[in-house]
Nanobody
Framework: QVRLVESGGGLVQAGGSLRLSCAAS????????MGWFRQTPGKEREFVAA????????YYTDSVKGRFTISRDSAKNTVYLQMNSLKPEDTAVYYC?????????????????????WGQGTQVTVSS
């Protein structure tokens, strides 16, 4: 069974930076894509970023473009989300997810249903 564990969340002032990590274990196959989503109380989970595992193609939601960077280290089975210039509206629980669908598409991998495994989430709080 695949297990995804996020880390790196915390409290930061507006304008600051955090780097989230998502370590995968228990794999017997190579995923096709990894993604980051976030959720605030009372709202649906929102897509943040996705990356193809082989080619390094990336896709971002408009609100984080230019501020967040998704990357992966295949040797460590880890995906990262570097978050710069953080804003209070970035406050949320951040989840990583893994997709086994045999292709990468930004429009496809921005939906929750496109992912097969999820982590437990890590809290990011940005103070103003």
């Amino acid at each position: 069974q695949v297990r995804l564990v996020e880390s790196g969340g915390g409290l930061v002032q507006a304008g600051g930076s955090l780097r989230l990590s998502c370590a995968a274990s228990g794999r017997t196959f190579t995923p096709y894509a990894m993604g980051w989503f976030r959720q605030t109380p009372g709202k649906e989970r929102e897509f943040v970023a996705a990356i193809s595992w082989n080619g390094g193609s990336t896709y971002y939601t408009d609100s984080v473009k230019g501020r967040f960077t998704i990357s992966r280290d295949s040797a460590k089975n880890t995906v990262y989300l570097q978050m710069n210039s953080l804003k209070p509206e970035d406050t949320a629980v951040y989840y990583c997810a893994e997709s086994l669908r045999p292709f990468f598409s930004g429009s496809f991998h921005r939906t929750e249903a496109s992912y097969d495994y999820w982590g437990q989430g890590t809290q990011v709080t940005v103070s103003s």
